[in-house]
């Protein structure tokens, strides 16, 4: 326990293209965020927003504590500031809008520019292919049980009305193999989404948030497994460093984070009601249910297969559409759409694939081929 | 990827009998017949500000070889 929570989250409306700027995102995304909390700027004594550093100032609320990390690690960061005292209330925000206008393509932010990588053609969708494609030699993973992965988050889109892509679908595994391959084993369906929005959450006390006016969703746990910089060294599923845990392979980047961050918590994979994992490609999400935990390595296959991730199975995941459905603005609201949607679910104020009764929830950030995972549970307030 | 990158074409990482990895393309090779574990070796390509690394089958493939 770290004995904080999220007492306020808010996203903007999401699309391909919003006739706005960043800034303006950014601002609607404090001020809604803060008024779902039911706090006033006054209130805020810590500002996250590190591709936008400015915000501090703009905002007029310093001298406050400041955060470096986005997204999960953006919450946890937070929540280690106010636990050290260092802080009170932090307010983390992003938004992006008109800066990526490359919208054929998949999280064109993300491009390689190293010379050890880009000079053989390397981008990101294939960086993630070589990952997926040596789980496929190891374990016989289809390019079919993928693809049922995506038609289920697209699905989870499909039919949330503040997804952009809203009523596109309903998708089957077969639409997904039919689609042009973007880099074998990955076809368009298979892949993230670009789009533009922003999202803000607020942090405080869990004894301050038991006062406010939202149900607090309590951060649990969390844990950060990093493997380098992101697309300057290729992923490599066998790569290992100088950890001697069996699952200390670039592989299954997110195993040590996740077995931290569950032993902390005191919780086991099966008391997890709801994942909001990070959907940039769809073999990431069979490989971090291994990574995580969820099922035995290797098996993650097989397992996705047996209809356990849709809206009322066992283990519902990304329920709002995730990155390849409902938005991925960079920088980085992407990051935290994962931990807005993981509150809502434990709030029980989903307007669609409510799971019934969620009282813990898992959100993951990863990306860069599976250089790394960021994990965080949730739970509600005992 | 740019225009330097006719498509398709091959990204692999290579393990180097001296140890190492990295990042190439499998040229000279039929797309069926590049499979995880094909025996490489160097062959240098000139593009037209570089000259890069890639590597190509040990043994000529057949796509129908490899099926």
């Not at chain 1, 946890?76 to 260092?86: F, H, L, R």
């Not at chain 1, 969708?125 to 990952?131: G, I, Q, S």
């Not at chain 1, 789980?135 to 390019?143: A, D, L, Y």
Request: glycine share 10%; aromatic share 8%; with cysteine.
């Amino acid at each position: 326990m770290t004995g904080c929570a999220v007492v306020g989250i808010y996203n903007t409306r999401q699309a391909r293209a919003l006739d706005r700027t960043s800034e303006s995102l950014l601002l609607e995304a404090v001020v809604g965020a803060l008024d779902d909390a039911g706090l006033r700027i006054e209130d805020v004594d810590g500002v996250s927003a590190p591709l936008q550093d400015h915000l501090l100032y703009d905002l007029a609320c310093g001298p406050a504590w400041v955060g470096a990390k986005m997204g999960i690690a953006g919450v946890m960061e937070a929540a280690g500031a106010i636990a050290t005292g260092q802080c009170t209330t932090v307010v983390l925000a992003s938004a992006q809008a008109g800066q990526y206008v490359e919208r054929d393509s998949t999280a064109p932010w993300t491009r390689p520019e190293s010379e050890f990588v880009a000079a053989w053609g390397l981008f990101t969708a294939a960086e993630f292919a070589l990952v997926a494609r040596r789980h496929m030699h190891r374990f016989g993973t289809t390019s079919r049980q993928m693809a049922e992965v995506a038609a289920i988050i697209r699905n989870n889109g499909h039919v949330n009305p503040a997804a952009v892509y809203y009523g596109r679908g309903p998708y089957t595994a077969d639409d997904v193999l039919s689609s042009r391959i973007i880099a074998d084993p990955y076809h368009l369906l298979d892949c993230a989404t670009t789009s533009e929005g922003g999202c803000g959450i607020v942090v405080t006390s869990l004894a301050r948030a038991r006062s406010l006016r939202q149900r607090p969703v309590v951060v649990l746990a969390g844990g950060a497994d990093h493997f380098g910089p992101s697309y300057r060294y290729p992923p490599s599923f066998d790569l290992r460093g100088r950890r001697p845990e069996e699952l200390a392979a670039n592989g299954w980047v997110g195993a040590i984070a996740g077995r931290r961050a569950f032993g902390v918590a005191g919780l086991r994979p099966q008391d997890v009601d709801v994942c909001e994992l990070y959907d940039s490609f769809s073999f990431e999400l069979i490989r971090q249910l291994e990574a995580l935990g969820f099922c035995p390595p290797g098996e993650g296959g097989p397992w996705v297969s047996a209809a356990r991730l849709g809206p009322g199975d066992e283990l519902p995941i990304t329920t709002d559409g995730g990155t390849m459905s409902y938005s991925h603005p960079g920088g980085v609201p992407n990051l935290m759409q994962r931990i807005t949607r993981a509150v809502e679910q434990l709030r029980g104020t989903c307007s669609t694939n409510q799971v019934a009764g969620a009282e813990v929830a898992l959100c993951t950030n990863g990306g860069s081929g599976a250089m790394f995972l960021d994990v965080m549970l949730l739970g509600v307030d005992r | 990827v740019t225009p330097a990158f006719p498509v398709p074409y091959v990204a692999a990482i290579v393990d180097l009998d001296e140890g190492w990895q990295m990042v190439s393309n499998v040229v000279e090779c039929p797309l069926d017949g590049v499979d995880i574990g094909l025996p490489v070796e160097v062959r240098f390509v000139a593009h037209k500000d570089i000259t890069v690394p890639c590597f190509r089958p040990v043994r000529p493939v057949s796509a129908e070889e490899q099926g």
